[in-house]
């Protein structure tokens, strides 16, 4: 997936201001059950909010994994929160525009 501009960024980072974790990283780490959860999400919702309870050492290197298995683009890591974006295929079911 190709990278966003700084506007683009900005844009998706005020649309996730107000959103829950959707997925949380904890014991587990982050396994195929973990990666599927993101994948289902990212397809519904297309801008989501992972929060790592552990590992939270680990939170970069983890989220270019995430990134990478999800072909998602990495929004911002907030604290021990991570925003992902994944531009629907199908576009009829995109929620978010990017200009």
């Known amino acids: 997936m190709e990278n966003i501009n700084s506007s683009q960024r900005s844009y998706l ?5 107000h959103l829950s974790p959707v997925v949380i990283i904890g014991k ?3 396994n195929d059950g ?6 289902k999400a990212l397809d519904k919702r ?11 050492d680990n939170k970069r290197s983890l989220s270019e994994e995430i990134t ?12 021990h929160t991570l925003i992902i974006f994944k531009e629907n295929l199908d ?4 929620h978010l525009k990017l200009l």
């Open 91 to 94: 576009s009829e079911k995109r």
């Open 46 to 56: 297309e801008l989501i909010k992972i929060k790592f309870r552990d590992f939270k």
């Open 68 to 79: 990478m298995k999800t072909d998602s683009i990495l929004v911002s890591i907030i604290g």
């Open 34 to 39: 973990a990666i599927d959860l993101i994948n």
């Open 13 to 17: 980072k005020s649309q996730a201001h």
């Open 28 to 30: 587990s780490g982050l």
